[in-house]
């Protein structure tokens, strides 16, 4: 358990393994934060976390390579995870998850590199709500991906800016099923707005 305020300063390529489980307890007047002490540190990687990851009012920068080569600031593999108000800024791809159950909300992302904001694989419920996606100009870069999502809400989002070659505010792909898009805003994407594609499906 991480309490509000609380500013952890990781050595270059560190990371923070989680197997049990980890609770990052902010508040909007104390944050917690998590950068590098020098240029970039790793990620916070989840491995068949035994209960709920939770991470409310943080503050992530400069989260580069992590763990076994994963590339998100948050990389969650057979987790359920939880993100509620935090900001994910000038790292990797802010978020991956694959499996386990994911909430992410009133949250703000932005990268400078290629890559999805929020890739969301093979997972049976996913719900991205009122969250703000900052685009850049890197092409093949989505602002929300589902691939294989089973049942999933997408709503209340601010996406744009999302000008690089081939890039979508929201993308469904792999058979994702039971889809809900519905109260976003997206402007400025030079691909689409929203593609469903491999075989997807969804109400919008």
């Known amino acids: 358990t991480v309490k509000k305020g609380v500013q952890i300063e990781f050595y270059d390529h560190t990371n923070l393994v989680v197997h049990g489980t980890l609770k990052l307890e902010g508040t909007q007047d104390y944050p917690i934060s998590l950068s590098a002490q020098n240029e970039f540190w790793g990620n916070v990687y989840l491995e068949n976390a035994q209960d709920t990851v939770e991470f409310h009012y943080v503050n992530i920068e400069n989260a580069h390579r992590g763990y076994q080569d994963g590339e998100s600031a948050i990389a969650s593999f057979g987790s359920n995870l939880v993100v509620s ?3 994910i800024t000038n790292s990797r791809q802010p978020i991956y998850t694959q499996g386990g159950n994911v909430l ?4 703000l992302f932005h990268m400078d590199m290629v890559g999805d904001l929020i890739n969301i694989t093979k997972t049976n419920e996913a719900q991205v709500l009122n969250c703000e996606f900052r685009g850049n100009r890197e092409q093949d ?4 991906d589902y691939d294989g999502v089973t049942n999933g809400v997408i709503k209340g989002n601010w996406i744009y800016g999302f000008r690089g070659y081939n890039s979508d505010g929201i993308d469904l792909g792999e058979s994702s099923k039971n889809i809900l898009i519905e109260d976003n805003e997206i402007y400025y994407c030079s691909d689409k707005g ?3 594609g491999q075989a997807s499906t969804a109400v919008i």
């Not at 992410?104 to 949250?107: A, D, L, V």
Request: proline share 0%.
């Open 85 to 87: 108000h935090c900001s």
């Open 141 to 144: 870069t989505d602002a929300i």
């Open 104 to 107: 992410i909300e009133h949250s």
């Open 194 to 196: 929203i593609s469903v």
